[in-house]
């Protein structure tokens, strides 16, 4: 596979890391319950089809990219970066 | 020179000038430039290539190319022997050496064909049934009986002496195949300006055009492929590789290949590698791959001399080799018509026809009238006569009559399947397509397009008009401006008319479905009513299309007759799947440089050198080479060593390099917010110039690094993570910082690689770094005391990092300078301390103290551990959220019986421990409903003068002073022992604030 | 003592005992020419998101552009080389002057000197990219990869940042930038990989 980051152009799948969906959204706080952070640690779905996937260039920018990828063909629909996803972050 | 019996006296693409001499099975024979192992024997006369893998029957040439299932040679001798190299294949080159395989005690007489008489146990599926009991035999009878009988080459014992490559390529449109339509396509493209890569597995460029006697612009096909070679040649951004064969397809436009770069000499020039493994990245690729003629499956069709008709026109006009004398034809469609031709033209006779189709056109009965054979419409080969090689021939027509033609070639043309396995790589399960009765690619990955013979096409015309219009098309889409098209060149005619037969059924002797695996009709049908109905299990059962050739002349066949088994259309039984590679790849190719002691990259510290200097054992650890101890002459063994280096340290001073440490370097107005998120303790109130032992979890609250974190400024701290763990924790952070908390003001970077840094130990470690710092610097206990972190100089204005940490428990410091001055460091030091007799240690001594000293490490946190196992419970805070506070609380992680930290020592302290042993209630069995724990770390204390241990234990802390078993089967049994606060040495740490 | 001191406080180059001067290979003309760089500066520059200050910086103190994504800036003396979002490496072809260089940048972002993390080679010569390509994956065609172009990649599995400094008479220059810890390896892999090319070696 390649994926293209947006940072360094289309790069060989060897030069990232995977880590899996990038849908669970971490509870952060003092005021997190246990059960949802147990969810987001342990729970993910499998689907077949399109997934917004968390991948990591550590081989070049060091960006950490939400890649949209379908599961069946490996297409990729889409590549962003993750700190832009969160609401009011700066890009 | 030795005669060569079946040489043409001209024609074909080999050099005559240029005799090759070379040896098959012990025995000289001479060849040409431009043959391959198999053209040259054949025209030596050689009719025997082989044994069969099961029954060990006599077989010889069937192909001319990559799928040849018989003609496996053992290539080379010594260090570079290789096995099942297909003589097809092999380019001829100067006293080349090859060996039969699979026979004892030679080719000709070959004890095991006796297995052919044992022929009703080694059918279908045979290693499932046969052999079953009892199981013990199975090890030391039956396995290396059947190695014996049933196998391939014998690989070469020794380290092979040459070297390999792998490389990567980018292009617009790559040209898999070289044939007539890759060819046009590569042309099309290259004329656009786009980058192009055109491969072929031969190495000779033309494909089947080689094998051919055809005509393009009313002129002999060799003119074309002159002119197409010398303007590609001419086209700077087109890439020209013979010898390269595209075995795989992978996502995105990546394609596997392998160039053979010098297969084709006896050793490989100085420097050069053998081969070299490609990665392909293409925008565009056209597949022109060709197609592989198909054998007819009939009793005794392996026979040597029976071969492919195909084959037969490629190594009478390619090769100039005449493979038999007096031939019959049998065929099913038009192709063998024109072998009929060729074979006349060059002075063999052709005695018969057997064409199964009982409507023959006018021209092929004139044709048949005019070379004096003998035509048998509507008619088959029902049987093949011969010891090992071919000698007549049992046709049996229509009506039943038999005949029987004395031959010694039999040419079978049965159609032929397109090469559409890199198109089934990516799911793309071929179809089947009626009128040409074969399997044409489906669906096709992105950027893949197919031409002529490969998609199905399989005439001159087709081939030249795909190539053209799908090159300009490809460079297009990748966005070159289209050349201006040249008209597609004209052919003479040709007809391809086909009824295919898939089997004949005899009454005399074995019809093959795979020669390579021996598996015939018969085997197909035992599968068949034994319920291994789909294809998939028919080919593992009967392993029908495995092993080198992987089907590429059975597959059909073998699927046709499953069909009729099971009364279904062969669409309907589809076909398995083509899986990468297309052709073997020698697993150097794939490894490139990457072998031996450059298998993966090693990282050495600054103080390498210095450490090798000092007479340093080294120990790999992950990626890094780390000094494990330091022997000196005399020493009787490694822990006399270690030892000494112990004891020199806790009563003067020590020295280890730490610089394979982790370090980041944290910048921003969150940088402390930060390390509270991502640490379990508390980091806002570190003062500037201080150092804090940290600890961070994963998310679901195990342990996941440890190590000492200062704060250098009021928004800058540098992080020390452990050795191991420095790129997974780098990589951790970043994803704190980017995924989870990116409004954080904060900037990271390693500085790992920057920084030398040596641990100076010991109670006169102050008075050796007293002599190394910069004079200005105080760094008196009062001044720099325990923690303590600065920016410092030594060496004259050398800028330097110092730390007051201790791993060992002793007075300790943490000396950094830039890498480059790592190695004046550690000479700086040891001149320094020689007074106090400084002693190097490594990672050993330093295991041993911080055993002592119930310091945690890799072996404790070993991903399976909490803080709070550690003992290190009281360190989480609770005021704050950090990564993995919540999934550290769950039940089972909090329960109070959970093993958890605790020391370890032999009640009779001559007993050693060992590290693994698991802990047992005295007067309990060792069973795993009594285990209680296990050790982890254990070390001989020359302290304590007796061996001392750390390991997580059920209540562990509650019970000090209790005995317990430490088991380990394994090793040495049981050894009591009691347990003991992990802390064995100065318990009160008051050597570390000395 | 200070005499001693001075004597043993010398740095030493991180292709010290790896590199030697000279020529491996077939004979022939070099189709490659590797330099080793041993008194470079190189230093981290990191800003916050939007930060506009670092560019106006750059060209007051070294007179370069900051440059844009996977570029390089470069004069005689220094250059400035993108490496990842808000995140420039700076450098200086001689370490004598940069510290004082990094503290006026200090201001500006976060420094970070990597002069030591990394050895540093010149490769050139018009079998260079065949070298290269045996462990770089990375188009290095001049329409992909021109001259002043950037990556941040690894060859044969070391992580390496790379430019095309320029292109001489013998085809393109490339610097190269490896980890201090890995340049045994580089170097390895370098070497074998351009010894069927002739390649002559030059220490700085």
């Not at chain 2, 990665?279 to 197609?291: D, Q």
């Not at chain 2, 096709?444 to 053209?468: I, K, M």
């Not at chain 3, 010569?125 to 390509?133: D, M, N, Q």
Request: charged share 20%.
């Amino acid at each position: 596979m390649r994926i293209a980051c947006p940072h360094c152009g289309l790069r060989d799948v060897q030069e990232f890391v995977y880590l899996g969906d990038a849908a669970p959204q971490r509870p952060d706080g003092l005021a997190a319950t246990e059960a949802a952070m147990f969810e987001y640690v342990y729970l993910r779905d499998n689907p077949r089809g399109l997934l917004e996937e968390l991948w990591y260039h550590g081989v070049g920018c060091r960006a950490w990219l939400v890649v949209r990828r379908d599961t069946l063909t490996h297409a990729i629909e889409y590549v962003g970066l993750a700190k832009s996803r969160k609401a009011g972050a700066a890009a | 020179m030795r005669k060569q019996l079946h040489r043409l006296n001209s024609g074909g693409l080999i050099d005559r000038t240029q005799a090759l001499c070379f040896r098959f099975d012990g025995k000289n024979y001479d060849g040409f430039a431009g043959d391959t192992l198999a053209s040259a024997l054949l025209a030596n006369g050689v009719r025997l290539f082989g044994r069969s893998f099961k029954y060990h029957r006599p077989r010889g040439l069937l192909s001319a190319g990559p799928e040849e299932p018989n003609a496996l040679v053992e290539l080379r001798t010594g260090a570079r022997r290789e096995p099942n190299t297909r003589a097809t294949v092999v380019e001829l080159f100067q006293n080349l050496e090859a060996t039969s395989q699979n026979r004892w005690p030679s080719l000709g007489f070959d004890v095991l064909s006796l297995n052919r008489l044992a022929a009703p146990a080694l059918v279908a599926g045979f290693y499932y049934k046969t052999f079953m009991w009892p199981a013990r035999f199975w090890e030391k009878l039956y396995e290396p009986l059947i190695r014996r009988a049933a196998g391939l080459g014998r690989a070469a014992a020794v380290e092979d002496p040459d070297h390999y490559d792998k490389a990567f390529v980018f292009c617009d449109v790559l040209v898999i195949g070289a044939g007539p339509a890759g060819l046009s396509a590569a042309v099309a493209a290259g004329r656009s300006g786009a980058r192009v890569i055109i491969c072929d597995e031969d190495f000779r460029l033309g494909g089947r055009l080689l094998a051919e006697r055809r005509q393009i612009d009313g002129r002999p096909a060799a003119d074309w492929l002159a002119a197409i070679l010398a303007e590609l040649a001419s086209l700077s951004e087109v890439r020209i590789m013979p010898r390269t064969s595209v075995f795989g397809l992978y996502d995105h436009g990546i394609y596997g290949a392998v160039e053979r770069v010098n297969d084709h000499v006896a050793v490989p020039p100085a420097h050069q590698p053998r081969q070299r493994g490609w990665r392909i990245y293409a925008k565009r690729a056209i597949l022109a791959a060709g197609a592989l003629e198909r054998p007819i499956v009939f009793p005794g069709n392996d026979r040597p001399g029976v071969m492919l008709s195909g084959a037969v026109r490629a190594y009478v006009n390619r090769f100039g080799v005449l493979p038999g004398r007096e031939a019959v034809v049998f065929t099913a469609g038009d192709g063998g018509w024109a072998t009929v031709r060729d074979l006349t033209e060059a002075g063999a006779h052709v005695a018969a026809i057997v064409d199964a189709r009982s409507e023959i056109n006018p021209e092929s009965k004139t044709m048949a009238l005019r070379v004096g054979a003998r035509l048998f419409a509507g008619s088959v080969v029902e049987a093949t006569h011969g010891g090992q090689a071919l000698r007549s021939v049992t046709v049996r027509d229509a009506s039943g009559k038999r005949a029987r033609l004395a031959c010694d070639l039999l040419a079978v043309s049965n159609g032929w399947n397109p090469t559409l396995h890199l198109t089934s790589h990516q799911n793309g399960k071929p179809v089947w397509e009626e009128t040409i009765q074969s399997f044409v690619p489906g669906r096709l990955p992105p950027g893949l397009a197919v031409a002529g013979s490969a998609a199905g096409r399989f005439t001159l015309a087709e081939a030249l008009r795909d190539g053209a219009r799908l090159g300009r098309e490809a460079a297009v889409e990748v966005g070159f401006a289209a050349a201006a098209a040249d008209p597609v060149p004209a052919t003479d005619a040709e007809t391809d008319g086909l009824a295919p037969v898939w089997r004949v059924r005899g009454n005399r002797g074995k019809a093959f479905v795979d020669l390579q695996n021996d598996v015939t009709d018969k085997d197909v049908e035992l599968a068949a009513r034994e319920g291994f109905r789909s294809i998939e299990h028919l080919k593992r059962y009967t392993t029908l299309g495995m092993a080198t050739d992987q089907g590429k002349t059975s597959n059909l066949a073998g699927l046709a007759i499953m069909a009729e088994q099971v009364g279904k259309a062969i669409c309907e039984t589809g076909t398995t799947t083509f899986r990468p590679p297309y052709t073997p790849v020698a697993i150097g190719a794939l490894a490139g440089h990457h072998r031996g002691k450059d298998f993966r990259p090693v990282r050495l510290a600054p103080t390498h050198d210095w450490s090798r200097e000092q007479g340093a054992v080294f120990v790999e650890t992950g990626q890094w080479l780390r000094a494990q101890y330091y022997p000196k002459p005399g020493e009787q063994d490694w822990l006399a060593t270690i030892n000494r280096e112990v004891l020199a340290t806790r009563s003067g001073v020590g020295l280890c390099d730490v610089s394979t440490l982790g370090k980041i370097d944290i910048q921003g107005s969150d940088a402390a917010e930060f390390l509270e998120r991502v640490y379990i303790n508390g980091w806002k109130t570190l003062p500037i110039g201080k150092a804090r032992y940290g600890v961070m979890l994963r998310e679901d609250g195990f342990v996941m690094d440890d190590g000492t974190t200062s704060r250098l400024g009021e928004n800058h701290f540098l992080m020390t993570t452990t050795t191991i763990n420095a790129a997974k924790v780098m990589q951790h952070l970043e994803f704190c910082h980017q995924v989870l908390w990116p409004e954080l003001d904060l900037r990271m970077v390693s500085v790992s690689e920057q920084w030398a840094q040596a641990a100076v130990a010991g109670p006169r470690s102050r008075e050796v770094l007293r002599r190394v710092v910069d004079a200005k610097h105080d760094i008196s206990n009062e001044a720099f005391p325990y923690l303590a972190a600065g920016e410092i100089t030594v060496g004259g204005g050398i800028p330097a990092r110092l730390f007051r940490i201790s791993f060992s428990g002793e007075l300790a410091y943490e000396l950094a300078v830039p890498a480059g001055y790592g190695d004046a460091m550690m000479h700086a030091l040891m001149a320094a301390g020689e007074p106090y007799g400084i002693t190097p240690y490594g990672l050993d001594g330093l295991n041993v103290m911080r055993i002592e000293k119930g310091h945690a490490i890799g072996t404790e946190s070993n991903g399976q551990t909490t803080a709070r196992d550690l003992g290190l419970g009281r360190m989480m805070s609770s005021k704050k959220d950090f990564i993995g506070r919540l999934m550290a609380k769950r039940e089972a992680l909090v329960q109070a019986d959970r093993p958890s930290l605790v020391g370890f020592r032999p009640v009779d302290t001559n007993n050693r421990l060992w590290a693994g042993a698991h802990f047992i209630g005295i007067g309990r069995a060792a069973k795993t409903e009594n285990d209680e724990g296990y050790m982890t770390s254990v070390a001989y204390s020359p302290n304590l003068k007796h061996w001392i241990g750390l390991g997580f234990l059920k209540n562990g802390p509650t019970r000090i002073g209790e005995r317990i078993q430490a088991v380990d089967p394994v090793r040495n049994g049981e050894v009591e022992v009691e347990v003991c606060s992990p802390i064995f040495f100065d318990p009160e740490g008051t050597r570390l604030h000395g | 003592m200070a005499e001693q001191a001075k004597s043993i406080w010398r740095p030493r180059s991180a292709w010290a005992g790896i590199v030697e001067a000279g020529q491996i290979g077939v004979d022939g003309k070099p189709g490659v020419t590797a330099l080793t760089l041993d008194d470079m500066g190189f230093a981290t520059l990191i800003v916050p998101p939007g930060s506009p200050d670092l560019a106006s910086a750059t060209k007051r103190m070294i007179g370069l552009d900051l440059p844009k994504k996977a570029f390089v800036s470069l004069s005689s003396t220094h250059g400035v080389a993108w490496a990842g979002a808000n995140h420039w490496l700076l450098f200086a072809r001689q370490q004598a002057g940069f510290v004082d260089l990094l503290q006026s940048f200090s201001d500006h972002a976060a420094v970070s000197d990597q002069s030591h993390a990394r050895a540093a080679l010149t490769v050139s010569g018009p079998r260079v990219r065949e070298v290269l390509a045996k462990g770089a994956m990375v188009d290095l065609h001049s329409s992909v990869f021109p001259v002043g172009a950037t990556a941040l990649t690894s060859f044969a599995h070391v992580h390496v940042q790379f430019w095309r400094t320029d292109d001489g008479p013998d085809g393109p220059i490339f610097e190269i930038l490896v980890p201090r810890s890995m340049a045994g390896s580089f170097w390895s892999w370098f070497a074998a990989s351009a010894a069927e090319f002739n390649c002559r070696i030059d220490r700085d």
